[in-house]
Nanobody, 118 residues
Framework: QVQLVESGGGLVQAGGSLRLSCAAS????????MGWYRQAPGKQREPVAS???????TYADFVKGRFTISRDNAKNTVYLQMGTLKPEDTAVYYC????????????WGQGTLVTVSQ
C-alpha cells in the first residue's frame, strides 16, 4: 500500500505564496499519477493539478499561471508551489496518488489547510 503525508499549509495574505509538500511511503515504485485537490467550506472537492511519473502536468483553469506542481521521484515527494494567492484559494488541500499494486488503487493524504486573508 501507499501512504501520503502532507505539509506546508498555513495562513498567508492575498498575493503571497506557499509551498505544499506530499511525501509518499510504502510501495512507492507502483505510483503512477500524483496530484492535488482542494475542498473549500461548503463545496465539493475539486482537482487542482496533477503530474504523471514522467512529469506531464495538468492544471485546473483557475490556477494556471499561479500554481506549479512538481515531483521528485527520488524522494517520493510531490510539491505544489502556490503563488499570487487569492482568498478564494482558501481550502483544505489534499494530496492524491494513483498506483497499481495488486490491482488499481488510489490513496489520499490527510489534508492541509490553506487560508488566504484579504
Amino acid at each position: 500500500q501507499v501512504q501520503l503525508v502532507e505539509s506546508g499549509g498555513g495562513l498567508v495574505q492575498a498575493g503571497g505564496s506557499l509551498r505544499l509538500s506530499c511525501a509518499a511511503s510504502g510501495v512507492v515504485f507502483s505510483i503512477n499519477d500524483m496530484g492535488w485537490y482542494r475542498q473549500a467550506p461548503g463545496k465539493q472537492r475539486e482537482p487542482v493539478a496533477s503530474i504523471t511519473r514522467g512529469g506531464t502536468t495538468t492544471y485546473a483553469d483557475f490556477v494556471k499561471g499561479r500554481f506549479t506542481i512538481s515531483r521528485d521521484n527520488a524522494k517520493n515527494t510531490v510539491y505544489l508551489q502556490m503563488g499570487t494567492l487569492k482568498p478564494e484559494d482558501t481550502a483544505v488541500y489534499y494530496c492524491n496518488a494513483k498506483y497499481t499494486w495488486r490491482g488499481y488503487a488510489e490513496v489520499w493524504g490527510q489534508g492541509t489547510l490553506v487560508t488566504v486573508s484579504q
